[in-house]
């Protein structure tokens, strides 16, 4: 006799309390179902919070578990990518860290990594604790925090994890531009002649010259970043925090007019259907209003669809 969907349920429960946190392909294996069955009744126990899902993925699968398992997650740690996985044995070894001495790819790895990273504030600042460590067990004495004031000038710098490449320099026949290495200010040699110098010298600093001729623009990425932030200086928007940062997509907390919002920006010319699903997803994850930002508009149907909708109450059926 077939099973119903109750007792299907059930039996997960009991295989998840005798194995501890799995994914999918595990569970299917054990009940004689498809993994997309198994996921079904998966994701139908954590709407039902009765399961828990990891953010952390082993293949494409999250990894479920029961309330109080979560100690056991650390065995899934050697599944994280590696920027990820060098954030996670740090936080492990330190148990606290604070987020503003971190280098830019570990900051962004310990957003990613939100089973085992978890954050809280000290005045102004961001301190990032290990899932496993309590809070109760961090030691303010051994850090050395700076008054909030400081903190609140400095809340720029978190906008420059890359820098922009030095712009293109044109040589002028009438004269050398050398860049001086201390100060990377441009200054103008005179020529020879005006400063009786040597032939030498002379050839020595049009080498120079010729060697920053040879620069490579800067690459498109470095450009796109360098976008959201005349985005943002110019609308007075501020910047908070950095979710994830990448070549083709850009996540931030900002603070615009007052409210804080997600702004997620895509590096590509048009916007797309799965563009705005995605940020509404993500939008819906923290709990706040987003703003899309994209090289370009929307696709005209989409452009379309939006105006047709603004007045929209409600969509019914008749059965």
């Not at 198994?38 to 899902?53: C, D, G, Q, R, T």
């Not at 441009?186 to 002379?202: D, G, L, T, V, Y």
């Not at 706040?288 to 994209?294: A, F, H, R, V, W």
Request: glycine fraction near 4%; charged fraction near 35%; proline fraction near 5%.
């Amino acid at each position: 006799m077939p099973e119903d969907a109750a007792q299907i349920k059930n039996r997960i429960v009991s295989i998840l309390m005798r194995r501890g946190p799995s994914i999918p392909v595990n569970i299917s294996k054990e009940i004689g179902l498809t993994i997309l069955f198994a996921s079904a009744f998966l994701s139908e126990l954590a709407s039902e919070k009765i399961v828990k899902i990891s953010y952390m993925r082993v293949g494409s699968s999250p990894v479920y578990y029961l309330p109080g398992q979560e100690t056991s997650l650390e065995k899934f740690s050697q599944f994280l990518k590696s920027r990820e996985k060098d954030a996670f044995l740090l936080l492990r070894e330190k148990k606290f860290l604070r987020d503003r001495e971190q280098s830019p790819a570990i900051r962004v790895a310990l957003r990613e990594i939100r089973d085992f990273a978890l954050p809280f504030s000290v005045g102004d600042e961001v301190v990032w604790r290990y899932y496993l460590v309590p809070e109760s067990e961090f030691k303010i004495s051994e850090f050395k925090f700076t008054k909030p004031e400081t903190l609140k000038e400095e809340r720029p710098i978190l906008i420059q994890p890359i820098k922009e490449k030095e712009p293109f320099i044109e040589v002028k026949e009438e004269k050398s531009v050398i860049m001086t290495p201390i100060t990377n200010e441009i200054s103008e040699e005179k020529s020879a002649e005006e400063k009786h110098e040597r032939p030498a010298r002379k050839e020595k600093v049009k080498l120079k010259t010729l060697s920053l001729k040879k620069k490579k623009p800067a690459k498109k990425d470095d450009k796109f970043f360098a976008s959201i932030k005349e985005f943002l200086s110019k609308n007075s928007i501020d910047l908070i925090d950095i979710e994830s940062f990448g070549k083709k997509e850009i996540i931030l907390k900002i603070k615009d007019k007052g409210e804080n919002k997600l702004l997620i920006a895509y590096n590509k010319s048009k916007i797309t259907e799965n563009e705005i699903i995605n940020a509404a997803k993500k939008s819906s994850d923290v709990g706040m209003p987003y703003i899309i930002l994209g090289q370009g508009g929307t696709l005209k149907k989409l452009d379309n669809l939006i105006e047709a909708i603004k007045n929209l109450s409600s969509i019914e059926k008749l059965k």
